[in-house]
């Protein structure tokens, strides 16, 4: 993809400083398509990135990440903070100052074919959207999706984007392959408040309309009521009717948490806030004052809540992944023997010995096997907690 005349100098004072100190800036473009916004083409050195807190008999988190900042513009997104080593900040650059990966998927395919790659599940939409609006004009996941599949790789996506419809028929026949994992994030029901809140994202409605597309071509998929917002989107009335619009859009399951606030996504979600909603702060700074997640005693307020309105609209509640926080992977419980052939993860294999996970079928969406560990959840919160982290809770 190339915008003829809209290339920026790197030298120019527009250029900002810590993207001219990278020696993989091919250029940056603005097009009156995107206004206000400027993507930075890289080339990338690497696209699996590897998320430590595994080993033992788990496998290390892996995830892709073909755009760094996003459109989407989430006033809460916790991903806000990884904009500030390129002198970039967590607000306004986050948001405007894009930057493109444009040759991920050839540089993926070469990982993916080394002999060192152990064909543990990736996730794609835990840190910024694979499917923001720039996917439109770059057009990366479908070489992100081919090469996947083609080196027998699990993977899974988490998105806002409405354009994962583009490519539903090429994930189809992934899934044929490989396990695939899908899940749409759809948090705020209230059109007024998501439009203030996500600026940049597709409607709730169109999101809606492709977890139905999505089931349409046979695939399974959750949906993340993430986050929860304290006091806008927490009440028995949003809950409720959000649960009824998920169940009927089709969602085969569904995962929640409160916000977290870390630093640098804190100060800017306060200024929305404090814009939109002032007499709230006091209340949030009592939350949030001391930390990054709401308070335990919330937590369990919340579960109460949502898990009985879960049951009544005949929804199953959702695994999220720990190590990277999107969709757990219906291949998440296996690993790959000497010879190829899948294995138990933990105590199962240990006390079972080796199972192969084709003496299951598997249809699309469901696990890689029935036999996948109870424990491997534990595991991985283990690892977690170990590091120091505190797992999502759901």
């Known amino acids: 993809m190339r915008w003829s005349g ?4 790197v030298d120019e004072p527009s250029a900002l400083p810590g993207l001219a100190r990278l020696n993989n800036l091919v250029r940056s473009v603005r097009t009156p398509d995107f206004a206000g916004i400027t993507f930075h083409e890289v080339l990338a050195k690497s696209a699996l990135n590897r998320i430590p807190g595994g080993g033992g008999p788990m496998p290390f988190g892996w995830t892709i990440n073909p755009y760094r900042g996003c459109s989407h513009a989430c006033v809460y997104c916790f991903a806000r903070p990884t ?16 930057i493109v990966k444009v040759n991920v998927a050839d540089v993926l395919r070469k990982e993916l074919a080394k002999p060192s790659w152990g064909h543990h599940p990736v996730a794609l ?3 910024t959207d694979p499917y923001q609006r720039a996917e439109g004009r770059y057009g990366l996941m479908p070489g992100i999706i081919d090469a996947l599949a083609d080196s027998g790789t699990p993977f899974s996506i988490l998105t806002k984007g409405s354009l994962l419809r583009r490519d539903l028929d090429r994930l189809v026949e992934a899934n044929k392959r490989v396990p695939v994992d899908l899940a749409m994030s759809i948090a705020v029901y209230d059109d007024d408040l998501q439009q203030s809140v996500e600026p940049g994202t597709p409607t709730t409605k169109a999101r809606l309309a492709t977890v139905t597309a999505v089931r349409e071509h046979g695939l399974d998929c959750a949906v993340f009521l993430m986050p929860i917002i304290p006091y806008l989107t927490d009440t028995r009335a949003h809950l409720d009717e959000a649960l009824r619009q998920a169940k009927e859009a089709g969602a085969t399951s569904v995962l929640y948490s409160a ?30 004052g001391r930390g990054t997640y709401a308070p335990q005693e919330y937590r369990r307020w ?75 959840a534990s595991i991985v919160s283990a690892s977690l907690t170990g590091l120091g982290v505190q797992p999502t809770l759901f």
């Open 125 to 127: 939409g835990t840190n």
């Open 6 to 9: 809209q290339e920026l100098s």
């Open 259 to 288: 916000l977290h606030l870390k630093p640098g996504v804190k100060e800017w979600f306060y200024l929305w806030l404090g814009r939109e909603h002032p007499e709230l702060l006091p209340q949030y700074r009592r939350m949030y």
């Open 302 to 376: 919340l579960a109460g809540r949502i898990k009985p309105l879960i049951r009544a609209h005949g929804l199953e509640r959702g695994r999220e992944d720990p190590m990277t926080g999107g969709v757990r992977s219906s291949a998440l419980g296996m690993l790959r023997d000497d010879e190829g052939e899948r294995q138990l993860v933990g105590s199962a294999v240990r006390a079972t010995g080796s199972a192969s996970a084709g003496s299951a079928p598997r249809s699309a969406g469901s696990a890689a096997s029935q036999g996948e560990a109870p424990d491997a």
């Open 83 to 98: 904009h500030t080593y390129l002198d970039l900040d967590s607000g306004k650059d986050f948001d405007n100052e894009i």
